[in-house]
């Protein structure tokens, strides 16, 4: 009886001495476990912050691609809106043009806005958003629904090859000058040679515009001008601004991306050779700000030392970029220079 009693002492001992051990291992497992679903989770969390981080830089790429592209069919629509002034002026006053500038001015009136291939598609296909975060997956599909909402080709659109002046003059032996739509017209045509016309050129122009034929084709031409100033570039610019607009209330914070911008120009000592470079004061809001002395001519702002960003002005001492716009004309003295391009203006502060 004695050596059961021991045995089942033992027993029990050893039973009690397992239960310990299993606690303490089940114990340690369960330590284990949740260390890893711990450090799992620090990891989902800081995978969610890189890609946040990811989105958000490619969005601010996006942002100012969107927003160059707002800005060119705003300027888009400057030129073409002085293309419908000039025809009024042709129909009404033809006089007011110089003699020798009208040959010109009719085959840049066949020109039109170019189709330009924008950065906005390459820098969506680069984003890369989380197709499980809500906000991130709506503002994606926005800006893909813009993006295809703004394909459009002028060198495709037949309307444009029916009702053009260019035929009618080569027709009249006027021989065509080659233009192209905003850059032609900068500087009033000074660029031209103004000896590539006769005087016999002149003359069959003349009579054209007392054409009735050739008259019905330039109001023609006005009016489809006109469509495409209100319907398209108007249209495109509301969709651009709203969703720039979009953009913004996803990410308050977001700022234009240009690493440099600098000044150019006929006032200033390196003139149209080199662009001196402002410095950046706002991030943020895009204020490029600088201190320089201007002689007598004009100036541009444009970015990275190359003409594919530049933008000009009508206005002195202040007024709204333009994108490709007319050269700034300035005078001389000494100024503060404050560039907003997230507002579109600037600003010339004379100094004492």
Known sequence: MLRIFHSLRQYFFHAGKLRQYLGYAIGEIILVVIGILIALQINNWNE????????????????????ED??????????????????????????????????????????????????????????????????????????ATYINSQVWDYEKDEQWQQIAVGPILEEANIPRYPMSFSYSALGHFGQVDTSFYTRENILAIRALLNSRAFRSTLRSMQLMKQSYNIASFANQQ???????????????????????????????????TTS???????????????????????????????????????????GNTVMYGYDVPVKPGKYHIVLNLSEDTYNFYEKN
């Open 48 to 67: 969610k912050r890189k890609q946040e981080q990811r989105f958000l830089v490619t969005l601010e790429q996006l942002y100012t691609s969107i927003k």
């Open 70 to 143: 707002v800005d060119l069919v705003q300027s888009f629509a400057m030129f073409q809106q002085e293309q419908i002034d000039w025809i009024d002026q042709l129909l009404t006053e033809p006089e007011r043009f110089r003699p020798e500038q009208l040959p010109f001015i009719l085959y840049y009136l066949d020109t039109h806005p170019r189709s330009f291939s924008s950065e906005t598609d390459y820098y969506l296909s680069a984003l890369e958003f989380n197709p499980n975060n809500s906000k991130q997956n709506e503002l994606a599909k926005q800006i």
């Open 238 to 272: 509301e969709d651009g601004r709203s969703i720039l607009n979009a953009i913004r209330n996803y990410y308050p914070g977001i700022r234009l991306r240009y690493d440099d911008v600098g000044i150019i120009g006929s006032a200033l000592p390196t003139g149209y």
């Open 276 to 318: 001196i470079p402002m410095q950046l004061t706002n991030p943020q809001k895009g204020i490029w700000e600088m201190d320089i002395e201007l002689g007598d001519g004009t100036v541009k702002f444009r970015t990275r030392n190359s003409w594919n960003q530049n933008w000009g002005g009508q206005g002195f001492p202040s």
